[in-house]
């Protein structure tokens, strides 16, 4: 009898404390893992849906982020292209063809770019002048979804959905305003 009370006692015991962790995790927490979170490679695969294609059109390649605002995205496949974020300046080449944009003469676009970046770096009040936020799932699987607060990008982008677990974001997926969407999978390459 003794030992039956004891088990029902531990039994309850470990049910508030895993029910106390769970509702620890929260939007602060997660700020707080991706900010810890030092840079570094990724393998991406990127699949852009649209309602005119039969199938995806699916691209592959490598992406580094490096602290503070520096983001590389080297396409290999199916066309070789860079587009690099350092600070304000996008530079997308393509073959021949190299085009820079200052983000700061297009506030839609470096809302866009923000969602990116602020969400791997953390930045919870970069995030939260563009979007709101709303977080659901454990700290070791986790779903972030970005809503546009301002009109013109709501005209143009529906909501970003960010996934991943503990400090590592493993896919975002952008809804476009038509329905079209992009979903890209991203998997660490290990420090040397």
């Known amino acids: 009898?003794?030992?039956?009370?004891?088990?029902?006692?531990?039994?309850?015991?470990?049910?508030?404390?895993?029910?106390?962790?769970?509702?620890?995790?929260?939007?602060?927490?997660?700020?707080?893992?991706?900010?810890?979170?030092?840079?570094?490679?990724?393998?991406?695969?990127?699949?852009?849906?649209?309602?005119?294609?039969?199938?995806?059109?699916?691209?592959?390649?490598?992406?580094?982020?490096?602290?503070?605002?520096?983001?590389?995205?080297?396409?290999?496949?199916?066309?070789?292209?860079?587009?690099?974020?350092?600070?304000?300046?996008?530079?997308?080449?393509?073959?021949?063809?190299?085009v820079t944009l200052t983000l700061a003469s297009r506030p839609e676009a470096r809302a866009f770019v923000e969602s990116i970046r602020s969400t791997l770096s953390g930045n919870r009040l970069a995030l939260e002048k563009n979007y709101t936020l709303q977080l659901s799932g454990q700290a070791d699987d986790w779903r972030l979804v970005l809503t546009p607060t301002d009109a013109k990008i709501l005209g143009l982008l529906k909501h970003i959905d960010v996934s991943g677990n503990g400090r590592q974001i493993r896919q975002l997926e952008y809804w476009q305003a038509d329905d079209d969407r992009t979903v890209l999978q991203i998997k660490p390459i290990p420090s040397p």
């Open 1 to 98: 009898m003794r030992a039956s009370m004891l088990a029902s006692m531990v039994v309850l015991t470990w049910g508030v404390f895993s029910t106390h962790g769970a509702l620890a995790f929260d939007l602060d927490s997660l700020m707080a893992e991706l900010a810890a979170h030092p840079g570094g490679r990724a393998e991406f695969v990127e699949k852009r849906y649209a309602a005119l294609l039969d199938k995806p059109v699916v691209s592959k390649g490598e992406m580094t982020y490096t602290l503070p605002s520096r983001l590389e995205k080297i396409t290999t496949e199916p066309k070789a292209e860079s587009l690099v974020l350092e600070g304000d300046t996008l530079t997308l080449v393509r073959g021949p063809r190299k």
